[in-house]
Nanobody, 118 residues
């Protein structure tokens, strides 16, 4: 069955960096777009970034453009999110999601907490 398992979250100071990963299994990872979505405390879901199946095209929400980088290693079935210049407002539960070519989000991971605080 499809499984997406995030890792690498934690507490980081404002201005710091963090990389979260998402290990995929149960499907042909290299055939699917992938996305990162987050949910801040008391707020709704926010799509953060997405990447094409081959990794050649990436897309970002304005709120993270220039600070976050999505990437993937199809040989390792792993999706990454490098987060730099982190702000307190980046505090959220971060989910990776299998995404189809119409940008519909199908399967989701369980989420990983990222907290930006001094």
């Amino acid at each position: 069955q499809v499984q997406l398992v995030e890792s690498g979250g934690g507490l980081v100071q404002p201005g710091g960096s963090l990389r979260v990963s998402c290990a995929a299994s149960g499907f042909t990872f290299s055939s699917y777009y992938m996305s990162w979505v987050r949910q801040a405390p008391g707020k709704g879901l926010e799509w953060v970034t997405g990447i094409h199946a081959g990794g050649d095209s990436t897309y970002y929400a304005d709120s993270v453009k220039g600070r976050f980088t999505i990437s993937r290693d199809n040989a390792k079935n792993t999706l990454y999110l490098q987060m730099n210049s982190l702000k307190p407002e980046d505090t959220a539960l971060y989910y990776c999601a299998r995404t189809d070519s119409t940008w519909s989000l199908g399967y989701w991971g369980q989420g990983i907490q990222v907290t930006v605080s001094s």
